[in-house]
């Protein structure tokens, strides 16, 4: 399984970027997968999350609803995430994840995950 993100950068506060992670070798439709992020000193933090195994169920974390959007697009084997209205809390190195296992419980916490990139650096100022 491999897992590349892309699209990381810098952006000005209130502004929008996308990341995208390019999927090979994992089943989109046998488990879950999410986006998570870590900042310097900081744990690594579930953002959001998509039950793909499952009934399709999306997570947020409360600090990123209504500004963040996670979705996948099969034919491309790409995740995504939206960013909008950014804020400098948001600066973190960001990582794509998945794992086999349909999450039913605590879909952004970190543990469960299997399979990790290699994270993409966004930085809002």
């Known amino acids: 399984v491999q897992l590349v993100e892309s699209g990381g950068g810098s952006v000005q506060a209130g502004g929008s970027t996308t990341l995208s992670c390019l999927v090979s070798?994992?089943?989109?439709?046998?488990?879950?997968m999410g986006w998570f992020r870590q900042a310097p000193g900081k744990e690594r933090e579930g953002v959001a999350a998509?039950?793909?195994?499952?009934?399709?169920?999306?997570n947020y974390a409360d600090s990123v609803t209504g500004r963040f959007t996670i979705a996948y697009e099969n034919a491309k084997r790409t995740l995504y995430l939206e960013m909008n209205i950014l804020k400098p809390e948001d600066t973190a190195m960001y990582y794509c994840?998945?794992?086999?296992?349909?999450?039913?419980?605590?879909?952004?916490?970190?543990?469960?995950?299997?399979?990790w990139g290699q994270g993409t650096q966004v930085t809002v100022s």
């Open positions: 998509i039950d793909s195994g499952g009934n399709g169920t999306i």
């Open positions: 070798g994992f089943t989109y439709s046998g488990g879950c």
């Open positions: 994840a998945a794992t086999p296992i349909v999450l039913t419980v605590s879909p952004l916490k970190a543990r469960p995950y299997k399979y």
